[in-house]
């Protein structure tokens, strides 16, 4: 089944002569369940990328469909409502809230949709991240690893259709990168969730599904490892 469809999509930030086109006419499919590494040159518009499939930035031109969504044509309430359920972010820096614990940080997405937390399903992602000591914590109080971990859970409570991950192990160590990639495919295998993640880091880019390489906004290369 296809969960995302993208239809030349364009991005140019600023206009006339200091206008960038980030992003020239992409197009691409992906199936449910599917594990893409992107990857490609620094600026060749891999974050930019990520963010529209995300619903975070719009696109200058062209279509994205999650599920059959046309999600830019849907007004702004009910795109962050799509975002909130449908799509699940990791950053590099894992955008963790200062002054909430580990617990909040990542139950905040279905508050922040009005759900009641489901206390078997957090303590569930809990168990699989390996955080169930550390649930009282504050971000300042944790590893790299652990605040990685913690960004996970709250990306993937509301169960999303997309997991969009933008160099998750970029700020770690070697040991730590390989757990949060072991994590990643746990959850794409165990929820059969679509994870997409731009990487700089070969070893990783080898254990996706597929690998999609950018280059000057344009796909470069598009190639099936594991059918
Ligand atoms: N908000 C912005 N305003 C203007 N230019 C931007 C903005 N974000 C990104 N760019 C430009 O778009 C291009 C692609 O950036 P980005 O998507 O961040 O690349 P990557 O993630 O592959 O390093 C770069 O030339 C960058 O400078
Ligand atoms: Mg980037």
């Not at 594990?35 to 990328?49: D, H, N």
């Not at 957090?122 to 000591?133: A, F, Y």
């Not at 070893?203 to 690998?211: E, G, K, S, T």
Request: no cysteine; hydrophobic share 40%; proline share 4%.
């Amino acid at each position: 089944m296809e969960i995302l469809k993208i239809e030349n999509l364009s991005k140019i930030y600023g206009s006339g002569e200091t206008a960038v086109r980030a992003l020239d006419q992409v197009s691409f499919r992906v199936e449910k369940g599917e594990f893409v590494a992107i990857i490609g040159p620094s600026g060749s518009g891999k974050s930019t990328l990520l963010h529209i499939l995300g619903g975070v930035d719009r696109p200058t031109s062209g279509k994205v469909l999650v599920d059959n969504t046309d999600i830019y044509a849907l007004n702004e309430t009910n795109l962050a409502i799509f975002r909130r359920r449908q799509i699940g972010l990791i950053y590099q820096f894992y955008n963790l809230i200062p002054v909430l614990n580990v617990e909040e940080n990542i139950t905040l997405p279905q508050l922040l949709d009005g759900q009641k937390v489901n206390q078997r399903q957090l303590q569930e992602i809990v168990e699989m991240l390996g955080l169930q000591n550390r649930m009282d914590h504050l971000p300042n109080q944790l590893s790299g690893g652990q605040q990685q971990r913690v960004s996970i859970g709250r990306a993937l409570i509301n169960k999303p259709a997309l997991v969009l991950a933008d160099e998750p192990t970029g700020n770690l160590d070697s040991k730590n990168s390989a757990e949060i990639v072991e994590l990643l495919k746990m959850f794409n295998k165990t929820y059969h969730q679509t994870l997409i993640v731009i990487t700089h880091d070969e070893r990783i880019a080898l254990q996706a599904d597929r690998i999609i390489a950018i280059e000057d906004g344009r796909i470069a290369k598009d190639e099936v490892i594991r059918p």
